[in-house]
């Protein structure tokens, strides 16, 4: 069975599955109310899922997700995962054992015996004749929704809308099962009054036609054959998977990587699977199910005996523009041995982690801005520290809030200077218009934070600003925790150098003519020059601009 087809029917019956709990602890919460109105919103509930329709779908969602949950746990070759994984197979193993003594004792009562199961005999049982089964009922109730929650944040937390309605999301999360409790405490105290009235317990059993010693008896046999048929296809499963590991283990296959490590894993695993096994740290974002690209890595040595990439591991590559010698590590299953490199550092958060080519790189066409502010060495001579750090600080939050007010990425600050990228998914035109409105909100920025500070400050603070627009290899970079977004290649140099030559033309801003076609602004008033660049065969054309004010756009 193909992955993809899995994880579709997998998806739709936790939908069903989902909608019964969501409307089933809706109808919970009423008790808040009453009883009775309990007993109202049961009457729609019943209609709906007690119907021809409404039972094929819930009966064959619960047997398609708990089916296909033990065929994932059999196809799995390690059972080394990340804690939340973790944590929603063993809340999902447990749901049916701690769900099958309600489950007979509503559903399979009514079904098997006619016994009518309305709110007020099942919250006199949990409540007052079992209070350890209600207990039971309270954990399960916890179970199911814990195992839901994960699945649905795990599910959503690639979508680009997911981060924005969390707040909500998490408000009703804990909401919902809390007023279903809420309302299982309330109806239990208003049921555990009436169980005090003289003859209310006896009649209410009656006339639900409540199962007797012998018929109790019969369900709690049918309980029983669930239960050893659920333990018999776990222990199935586990007993299948040993000996699966026992003939694999006949063959071997090396996974090298280029760090030094080398792991010898099962034919039949794949690359992430050797490194969970092998405890090499490797990102996962999503588990391993090939639904994010954060475990990708570069086939150094090997690629041509892997199997060629599936159409949803395609999907994938092609989503992050990966090159051909990159594959999915959790996809990818060597039948001999390969050396690998992981691209995405385990330290890498996740929203990062799944920006197109994170550690690769990819060349863009980017508008790159350099600034310096002048004479700040000097001027911290005769300061306090405190005084310096504080005068720094205030200075980054100018530049910075300018950049990314203007649409821009703050790359670099470094002692008193810093490197902005535009442009990078927008394009150069875009960047170098949003690279220049940057560079006048951030002059006047220091204007304003000069007359702010003018009785501590001997003269007006004052920048130099290079702005240059070209391709350049855009990419997460650095080693350990310390990954930023940074560009690299000849545009980076020659905007660095353009922020120098602000110094030899005593001028606030030197940009590149390349700018300004891009960015559409006629620069023919300002003084142009040809600039040599160190290790640079050709000159740049730039224009001086001895004020920024003055330009306009």
């Known amino acids: 069975m193909r992955s993809v087809q899995v994880r579709r029917w997998r998806l739709v019956a936790a939908f069903v599955l989902l909608t019964y709990v969501v409307l089933h602890f809706l109808n919970h919460s009423l008790g808040l109310i009453s009883v009775a109105t309990m007993e109202a919103g049961r009457w729609w509930f019943l209609a709906l899922w007690r119907s021809a329709p409404g ?12 089916v296909l949950a033990l065929w994932l746990l059999y196809q799995r070759r390690s059972l080394r995962m990340p804690p939340w994984e973790a944590a929603q197979y063993t809340l999902g193993l447990l749901i049916p054992a701690l769900l099958a003594v309600h489950v007979t004792a509503t559903r399979m009562a ?25 207990w039971r009922q309270v954990l399960a109730v916890t179970v199911v929704w814990l195992h839901a929650c994960i699945g649905i944040h795990y599910w959503l937390r690639f979508r680009p809308w997911y981060p924005r309605f969390v707040p909500a999301l998490f408000t009703g999360a804990l909401l919902l099962p809390v007023l279903a409790l809420l309302g299982f405490v309330s109806a239990g105290h208003e049921v555990a009054r009436l ?16 199962p007797g010693p012998a018929e109790s ?12 048929a659920y333990l018999l296809a776990l222990v199935a499963v586990l007993v299948a998977r040993g000996v699966r590991h026992l003939r694999e283990r006949r063959r071997s296959i090396h996974v090298v990587y280029t760090s030094g490590r080398a ?33 990708r890595v570069r086939v150094v040595r090997g690629l041509e005996a892997l199997a ?7 999907r994938v590559l092609a989503r992050v523009g990966a090159a051909p010698d990159v594959r999915l590590a959790c996809q990818t299953r060597p ?21 197109p080519d994170a550690r690769q790189g990819r060349e863009r066409e980017v508008a790159v801005l350099f600034a310096d502010l002048r004479g700040f060495t000097r001027m911290a001579e005769h300061k306090l520290p405190y005084d310096v750090v504080f005068v720094l600080n205030r200075y980054f939050a100018t530049v910075g809030t300018a950049i990314t007010g203007a649409g821009g990425v703050t790359n670099q600050f470094t002692g008193d200077g810093v490197m902005a990228l535009f442009g990078i998914d927008a394009g150069p035109a875009t960047g170098s218009r949003q690279a220049l409105t940057a560079a006048r909100a951030m002059v006047k920025g220091l204007a304003a934070m000069s007359r702010e500070l003018a009785g501590d400050l001997a003269d007006p603070l004052r920048m130099g600003i290079g702005i240059h627009a070209g391709p350049a290899v855009v990419g997460w970079m650095g080693w350990g925790e310390s990954f930023y977004l940074t560009a690299v290649g000849d545009t980076v140099h020659v905007a660095a150098r353009l922020e120098q030559a602000t110094k030899d033309f005593h001028a606030e801003m030197v940009i590149s003519e390349d700018v300004a076609r891009y960015a559409g602004v006629d620069l023919s008033t300002f003084p142009g ?21 003055r330009l306009s756009l």
């Open 335 to 355: 039948t001999r041995d390969v050396t690998v490199t992981p691209l995405v550092s385990p330290s890498i958060d996740p929203g990062s982690a799944l920006a």
């Open 217 to 228: 008896a019969r369900l709690l046999l049918i309980r029983q054959h669930f239960l050893n």
């Open 55 to 66: 039972t094929v779908a819930l009966y064959g969602a619960l047997t398609v997700h708990g």
């Open 110 to 134: 009514w079904w098997r015996l006619g016994a009518d199961d309305p709110y007020a005999r099942i919250v006199l049982g949990l409540w007052v004749l079992s209070p350890d089964y209600g």
């Open 195 to 210: 169980a005090r009235t003289p003859g209310w317990t006896p009649a209410l059993l009656a006339r639900t036609h409540a």
């Open 529 to 549: 020059h040809d600039l040599t660049v160190h290790n640079r065969a050709s000159s740049v054309r730039v224009r001086v601009i001895e004020r920024v004010a």
């Open 308 to 314: 060629p990439p599936s159409e949803d591991e395609q």
């Open 263 to 295: 792991v010898a894993a099962p034919l039949g695993f794949s690359v992430l699977e050797a490194s969970r096994l092998g405890g090499v740290p490797h990102a996962s974002v999503c588990g391993g199910r090939g639904r994010c690209s954060t475990c």
